[in-house]
């Protein structure tokens, strides 16, 4: 069965710091994936997303990059942290029709 | 402007008394609708898809329904546990492969 993994679960960064949050996926082949935003009480914002290696296509202009290294893996950067950045990172895939989330990166930057 | 809108916002129910969550969506091709369960602090929990008018789908004590222009979750007998935020999304008819979300209906069920 396919299994979505994120790390870490939580951080807490200062602003201006580096982040990498990392996603990767098992049990699927060249599945599509997606990194979205929550704040809170707010609703899912997509942020990127990617089709295959290398692929990414970006939903808003922001200080966060994103890449693909590998077919099931997905990484969320960015060089310099603001405090409009703390939020509730989730990571997802789909091949097909559903899309399935993993559990969440809390990210708190002060 | 495809939308996905949800109702309401949040709702406050007894144990054992049942109810329905609204989501009303306009999209360019409907492909299909989904409808996730999120507990906080975690990632949405897939529950069901949808994808044509007339069709319903159940789990336990929730049953999902489609129409042209709308979803209903119906919850019957609901049960404290089943607290939590529902969201509701569409995925588009054109070539691109994002996903449309609602902002959800938070439900909380009182003992």
């Known amino acids: 069965s396919q299994t979505i993994h994120q790390w870490p679960a939580t951080l807490v960064q200062p602003v201006g710091s580096p982040l990498s949050l990392e996603c990767t996926v098992e049990?699927?082949?060249?599945?599509?994936l997606y990194w979205y935003r929550q704040a809170a009480g707010r609703g899912l914002q997509l942020l990127f997303y990617?089709?295959?290696?290398?692929?990414i296509s970006s939903e808003v202009p922001q200080n966060l990059s994103a890449s693909r290294p590998q077919d099931r893996q997905f990484i969320l950067s960015s060089k310099k942290l603001l405090l409009s950045d703390s939020g509730f990172y989730l990571c997802?895939?789909?091949?097909?029709?559903?899309?399935?989330f993993g559990p969440g990166t809390r990210l708190l930057v002060l | 402007e495809d939308q996905v809108t949800q109702s309401p916002e949040a709702l406050r129910l007894q144990e054992g008394e049942s109810s329905s969550l609204n989501c009303s969506y306009t999209?360019?091709?409907?492909?299909?609708l989904f409808w996730y369960r999120q507990d906080p602090g975690k990632g949405p929990e897939f529950l069901f898809t949808l994808y044509s008018a007339g069709e319903e789908k159940e789990k336990e004590r929730l049953k999902a329904t489609l129409t042209k222009k709308e979803s209903f979750l119906h919850i019957t007998a609901p049960k404290p546990e089943d607290s939590a935020t529902y969201l509701c999304a569409v995925s588009r008819g054109n070539r691109d492969d994002k996903i449309i979300f609602g902002k959800g209906t938070r439900l909380h069920i009182l003992p």
């Open positions: 997802a895939w789909r091949t097909g029709g559903t899309q399935y």
């Open positions: 999209v360019s091709g409907l492909r299909g």
């Open positions: 049990g699927t082949s060249n599945p599509n």
């Open positions: 990617s089709v295959g290696i290398g692929q």
